[in-house]
């Protein structure tokens, strides 16, 4: 496996507050849309990296692009406000690295984040990711059903192809932006819904697939 990551996007050292694993039923429908036991991958994790997770990759033959996006995405959005600069949806993709040309990715994981990026934003980013996505790529994320969400994303680590082990570092809440079924599709170009499953937790699982 290879991985491309942010440097500095990993501390093994953080303590988190509250930990919880739960049965993901979309974790494993999405993998089981990478069937091809030859194929080399390619992945791209939104999400910081951890431990558990490139261990978990280390596994298959893929190579792994991790952005630890919301770290950088803060620190842009507080410089946006601090400066009293003009809206600009392009300037999200300053937050990501640059990929090779032929990058084709098979698997795009946003975990929780797009209940945390301002739609006009999270359609720059998908809009900007396009080209490098085929026909079958496969996309999953989660929102959540309820009025009121976690101020900052959770940390998730891979349990294994069912498990995933979630870490919310503040007690502090936010309100939720409410995506549903019908604004997720009208922001999700090109993509088709193939799967969805409705937690106790509140959460929504999404596994949408490439046209």
């Not at 298959?60 to 009293?84: G, H, T």
């Amino acid at each position: 496996m290879l991985v491309s990551r942010r440097v500095g996007s990993y501390d093994p050292n953080i303590v988190d507050q509250s930990r919880s694993e739960a049965n993901f039923l979309a974790l494993d429908v999405l993998f089981s849309q990478l069937p091809h036991p030859e194929k080399k991958y390619t992945i791209l994790d939104m999400g910081a990296a951890n431990h558990a997770k490139i261990e978990f990759f280390s596994t298959q033959r893929c190579r792994l692009y991790i952005e630890d996006f919301y770290r950088l995405y803060v620190d842009q959005l507080n410089a946006v406000k601090r400066e009293k600069l003009p809206p600009d949806p392009k300037r999200v993709l300053s937050c990501l690295q640059t990929y090779p040309d032929e990058t084709n990715f098979d698997l795009l994981l946003f975990w929780d984040l797009f209940d945390y990026i301002d739609p006009q934003d999270l359609k720059a980013i998908m809009h900007h990711l396009a080209p490098y996505c085929r026909r079958g790529t496969v996309l999953f994320f989660l929102t959540s059903a309820l009025e009121h969400i976690p101020i900052e994303p959770a940390v998730f680590r891979i349990v294994d192809r069912t498990h995933l082990a979630y870490e919310n570092k503040s007690p502090t809440t936010r309100r939720a932006l409410g995506y549903t079924q019908t604004s997720l599709r009208k922001m999700l170009t090109g993509f088709k819904l193939h799967r969805g499953f409705r937690m106790s937790t509140g959460q929504e699982e999404h596994v949408f697939i490439k046209e």
